[in-house]
């Protein structure tokens, strides 16, 4: 389903959705100049939705920010609030997705690279549906494209510009015929996927780049850290990881707030383990599922959102 939603929030206010726009001039439209957030929000067994892991997105965010020397003037209490207000006034009845949006408006003189206070935060949010990929698993190549990394272009800062990185990488993939793709960073080894970290199982180790090989530090594997421990008793490591550890991997999987976690089932045409999503991936996929809806643990990652927008 494709249908837009009918609100949107932006620069303090609920706004059709139509009207939630940013100048064509603006440094956010015109390059990228933007940081952003992507929250998923859960239908809860209870029929409510919730948030997932929403402060510690908005805590990236700042982060974010912070790296950009940018100012918006909403604080994260705000920010959530949007959040919430623009889930409320959709009436979703399914899973979403939300978007927060911080970006640079127009500089002094339409510059597009000068220094500017002027900038604006938009929040969307659409109906995300979980991706057949969930199931099935989903084919990955090793992408010709190289990762950006801190030197020149920091992962690590989540803004709109190093999608197009991402972007190259994907296209690539799909005309190839993958699902999806796997980028080595400069020193050639494994970083990430387009928009999503990714882990791998060898000799019942569960294994993820670290911070340092030009990822995104993940909030979704950092739950999967979080639920190995818990649940299986497996400690994630972060190493450096081969290329051709992927070759002969037992398991791989992607985690992203979108994708959630994705069993990878061949790289370069190779089949990763027996070709099916392995018993760890749909293990950890379970616990996960349980803890976005609230069947298990951890409340404090979960943000309900009330049903009717707040007067
Ligand atoms: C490039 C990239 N890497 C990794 C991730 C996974 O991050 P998270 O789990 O915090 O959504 C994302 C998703 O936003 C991403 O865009």
């Not at 920091?154 to 993939?173: C, D």
């Not at 494994?190 to 180790?205: F, K």
Request: aromatic fraction near 6%.
């Amino acid at each position: 389903m494709n249908i837009a939603p009918a609100y949107a929030w932006q620069n303090g206010k609920l706004v059709p959705w139509e009207q939630c726009v940013v100048h064509a001039r603006s440094q956010g439209a015109f390059w990228g100049a933007n940081v952003f957030e992507g929250v998923r929000a859960y239908l809860g067994d209870d029929g409510a939705l919730h948030a997932f892991r929403l402060d510690d997105h908005l805590a990236r965010l700042r982060r974010s920010m912070k790296s950009l020397h940018m100012r918006i003037d909403h604080t994260d209490a705000e920010l959530a609030h949007a959040c919430s207000t623009v889930l409320a006034a959709n009436a979703f009845d399914c899973d979403t997705h939300i978007c927060v949006v911080a970006y640079f408006d127009e500089g002094p003189n339409f510059d597009p690279l000068a220094y500017t206070d002027s900038t604006g935060v938009h929040v969307t949010a659409i109906r995300a549906p979980r991706s057949p990929g969930f199931e099935r698993g989903v084919a990955a190549s090793i992408s010709s494209w190289r990762r950006i990394s801190d030197d020149s272009m920091p992962p690590r800062i989540k803004t709109g510009a190093n999608y197009h990185n991402s972007r190259l990488a994907q296209h690539e993939a799909v005309r190839g015929g993958f699902g999806t793709t796997l980028l080595l960073n400069q020193r050639g080894t494994v970083s990430e996927a387009p928009g999503s970290c990714v882990v791998m199982v060898r000799d019942g180790e569960l294994v993820t780049p670290p911070g340092t090989s030009g990822v995104l530090e993940g909030i979704t594997v950092a739950t999967v850290a979080k639920l190995a421990e818990q649940h299986l008793g497996l400690t994630l490591r972060r190493r450096e990881i081969d290329r051709t550890e992927l070759y002969i991997a037992d398991e791989i999987f992607l985690c992203g707030t979108l994708a959630e976690l994705l069993p990878v089932t061949s790289v370069d045409r190779l089949p990763v383990g027996t070709g099916k999503p392995g018993p760890l991936t749909r293990s950890l996929q379970a616990h996960y599922d349980d803890v976005v809806r609230g069947r298990t643990g951890h409340p404090e990652w979960r943000t309900a959102a009330p049903k009717e927008v707040a007067a």
